[in-house]
């Protein structure tokens, strides 16, 4: 298995989207895509796409990093 992760620039305020998925024989078995907010010098996580439990699903993020709606 094939595990990669990436960071995109999400915009000029130093936001960014973090990319993670396994592969195997070119095939995606898992994926988490998350878009993480630059406040006071740190990146929060905000929305995070992932395939965790076996279905795609979105869920929205509080400051802790807890789900706050699943979608």
Known sequence: MLEREYLANGGDGGDHIRVRFATERGRVLRYTVQFEILNEGRHWPA?????????????????????????
């Open 47 to 71: 929305v995070r796409y992932d395939s965790a439990h076996g279905v795609p699903h979105r869920d929205t993020l509080d400051w802790r990093g807890e789900t706050i709606d699943k979608t």
